[in-house]
């Protein structure tokens, strides 16, 4: 992913890790440079991920933590929800926001499953939205691969995608 991202953003960018959960992708980033904002609703994964990076160029926050700082005007130059908007129950929401918070020209890439699987009280289900639909209603499509690492379980090479987006308005 980050020779990926490597193609589309300069070094200094301003990178927000969108579901960071401890902080795994991250702290790659972090170590490659990248100041990194990590959001992510459990305040247990923020505190596991300011642990594990332990570096200045991260802070770890709320996503209403993040709307505030939308609201005075910090914007990121790439976006990173990796295997998170398949299980957000309010999918146009988080698109939004994460439109908001990206510079025109700004990059969102994500690795998603082709469905999605909402958590509730009956289990996960399928409210049958489409990630790639929401986003390119709001982003262009600029690429799209097969995810296809050499070990991964043949379902999941047949369900899942990584993708990039760009805001150009």
Not at 10 to 25: A, E, H, N, T
Not at 101 to 124: E, F, S
Request: glycine letters at 8%.
């Amino acid at each position: 992913l980050l020779n990926l991202i490597g193609k589309h953003i300069k070094p200094s960018s301003l990178i927000i890790d969108y579901g960071c959960g401890v902080g795994r992708l991250a702290g790659p980033l972090v170590n490659h440079g990248f100041p990194v904002i990590g959001i992510d609703i459990s305040s247990a994964m923020r505190q596991h991920a300011t642990n594990l990076i332990a570096n200045e160029r991260f802070v770890a926050m709320t996503p209403a933590m993040l709307d505030q700082l939308i609201g005075i005007g910090v914007k990121a130059d790439c976006v990173l929800a990796v295997w998170i908007l398949q299980h957000c129950p309010d999918l146009e929401a988080e698109v939004e926001r994460i439109y908001r918070c990206l510079n025109k020209g700004g990059i969102v890439g994500i690795a998603d499953m082709r469905h999605r699987a909402i958590p509730t009280d009956q289990g996960w289900v399928n409210d049958g939205k489409n990630v790639k639909d929401a986003l390119t209603r709001r982003l262009t499509l600029i690429q799209q691969y097969s995810y296809n690492p050499p070990n991964a379980p043949q379902s999941l090479r047949e369900n899942a995608y990584i993708a990039f987006f760009q805001k150009n308005r």
